[in-house]
């Protein structure tokens, strides 16, 4: 069965700080690789995806994320947060065979101080 | 278009009671997933259902169990209720579901609390 790592639990930042977040996942063939993000007293929402192509993505908010299949990581990234970025962030991975069942790893807390 | 709405937002239940939650998708989605998260465990899949049929299952004891209508709802039951199945229950919708890889939308959760 496939795993997700989140090391960092929390994480506090000042504002204009650069953030990376690692995200590492085990299993054995191909995954699709999602990072969700939790405001709060919000809807878990769709940061990025990874399926397939440039292991660069972009997504919403000036957020990236890099897939390192030699690694196993997916790493986020972003280069200056804001206070509005403070909210709970999961990594996420689904195997393309096999059993489809999404992943989450255990979720970062992002402080952003102002 | 609606997001996915979940019913009841909040519920207090004793043990050994049984509870039934229920999940609306966005309008054309055909799968629901079902997700516990609770702070110990985080997020963890329950099952998910593609055009009435359960397509995946998580790691969970019978005593989860759910179902889809036609109409693309779902309900999600949970039998002979413990302490520790005290959590948010979170829905989530997507078009064809997990299988291809799309993206799944999210419900507020519904809030359980076992005494």
Known sequence: AQSVSQH???VILSEAASLEL???????GTVNLFWYVQYPGQHLQLLLKYFSGDPL???????????IKSKFSFN???????????????????????????????GTRLQVQP | ????????????KTRGQQVTLSCSPISG???????????????????EYFSETQRNKGNFPGRFSGRQFSNSRSEMNVSTLELGDSALY???????GLGGGETQYF???TRLLVL
């Open chain 1, 76 to 106: 986020l990234r972003k280069p200056s947060v804001q206070w509005s970025d403070t909210a709970e962030y999961f990594c996420a991975v689904i195997p393309n065979t096999g059993r489809r069942a999404l992943t989450f790893g255990s």
């Open chain 1, 8 to 10: 960092n639990h929390h």
């Open chain 1, 57 to 67: 993505v972009k997504g919403i908010k000036g957020f990236e994320a890099e897939f």
């Open chain 2, 29 to 47: 989605h055909r799968s629901v997933s079902w997700y516990q998260q609770t702070p110990g465990q985080g997020l963890q899949f329950l099952f």
């Open chain 2, 1 to 12: 278009k609606a997001g996915v709405t979940q019913t009841p937002r909040y519920l207090i």
């Open chain 2, 90 to 96: 979170l829905c989530a919708s997507s078009l064809g």
């Open chain 1, 22 to 28: 690692g995200c590492n996942y085990s299993y054995g």
């Open chain 2, 107 to 109: 419900g507020p959760g």
